[in-house]
């Protein structure tokens, strides 16, 4: 099967930075469209940034110019770089991948890691 595993999140200030990471593991061909998704308290869970393979990206208008994501196909890994953030950034922070797993069959399969959680607070 595959596994996505997220790190790095933690307690944060105002203003502060934080990176997450996020790996896929297991038995699969190809890793296709990874994204970050979060979740506050009481809240929807809401896409935050998006990259295919070839590097185009997509990221919500409240974290452009602050949040940065890239990726590392060779490790098949997705990261978040997180700048200047705000107590509403504070949610736990979901992994999303398609994966063409061998399992799977012909069709990319959406997969999500566990979650990791940001708090930004003084």
């Known amino acids: 099967q595959v596994q996505l595993v997220e790190s790095g999140g933690g307690l944060v200030q105002p203003g502060g930075s934080l990176r997450l990471s996020c790996t896929a593991s297991?038995?699969?061909?190809?890793?296709?469209?990874m994204a970050w998704y979060r979740q506050a308290p009481g809240k929807q869970r809401e896409l935050v940034s998006s990259?295919?393979?070839?590097?185009?990206?997509h990221s919500v208008d409240s974290v452009k110019g602050r949040f940065t994501i890239s990726r590392d196909n060779a490790k098949n890994t997705v990261y978040l770089q997180m700048n200047s953030l705000k107590p509403e950034d504070t949610a736990a922070y979901y992994c999303?991948?398609?994966?063409?797993?061998?399992?799977?069959?012909?069709?990319?399969?959406?997969?999500w890691g566990k979650g990791t959680l940001v708090t930004v607070s003084s």
């Open positions: 999303n991948a398609d994966v063409l797993a061998y399992s799977s069959g012909s069709r990319p399969v959406t997969y």
């Open positions: 297991g038995s699969f061909f190809r890793v296709y469209v």
């Open positions: 990259i295919s393979t070839g590097g185009s990206t």
